[in-house]
C-alpha cells in the first residue's frame, strides 16, 4: 500500500485545489454518502469547501497543504465499513518534520484512540464508551 500510495500519488506531486461550493451542490454531490450529506446539510454556512486531489474530491475543515509532495511521513488509523461504504482515517506529518519513532508511534495511538469520524465539525462527539472501544 505504501509504495502504491507514493508512486500513484506523493510522487507526481499532485495539486490539492480547495473549491468552495454552494452546501445545497455538495450535498447532491455526496447524496450516496448519506453521512457526509447529512453533515453538509447541518453545516451552519451557506457554503463548504470541498478539496480536489487528483480525481478524488472530497470535503475539507481546515487548510489543506498545496500539493502531495509535501506528504511524509503517514499512517491509516481507522477503517469503518458502514452503510456499504468504507471510511479510512489517518494522519500525516509534512515532509520537512521529522520526528523520531517514538514520538511518532505517540501520534498515531493517539489518532487511533480518538479518531471517531468528524465531517465539518457536526457538534456530536464520541461518547467516553465509545472511545474506549477504539
Wanted: hydrophobic share 40%; charged share 20%; proline share 6%.
Amino acid at each position: 500500500l505504501t509504495r502504491k500510495v507514493f508512486r500513484d500519488y506523493i510522487y507526481k506531486a499532485l495539486p490539492f485545489e480547495p473549491i468552495r461550493v454552494p452546501r445545497m451542490f455538495a450535498a447532491e454531490l455526496f447524496a450516496e454518502n448519506q453521512r457526509k450529506a447529512d453533515c453538509i446539510l447541518n453545516h451552519e454556512d451557506d457554503d463548504v469547501i470541498l478539496c480536489k486531489v487528483g480525481e478524488h474530491v472530497d470535503v475539507v475543515e481546515g487548510p489543506v497543504i498545496s500539493n502531495t509532495r509535501q506528504i511524509g511521513r503517514f499512517a491509516v488509523t481507522g477503517v469503518d465499513y458502514v452503510d456499504a461504504q468504507y471510511h479510512f482515517r489517518g494522519v500525516s506529518l509534512p515532509s520537512p518534520v521529522k520526528c523520531s519513532s517514538y514520538s511518532w508511534d505517540l501520534i498515531v495511538n493517539a489518532a487511533t484512540v480518538s479518531s471517531a469520524p468528524r465531517l465539518l465539525q457536526s457538534g456530536t462527539q464520541p461518547s467516553q464508551n465509545e472511545l474506549q472501544a477504539s
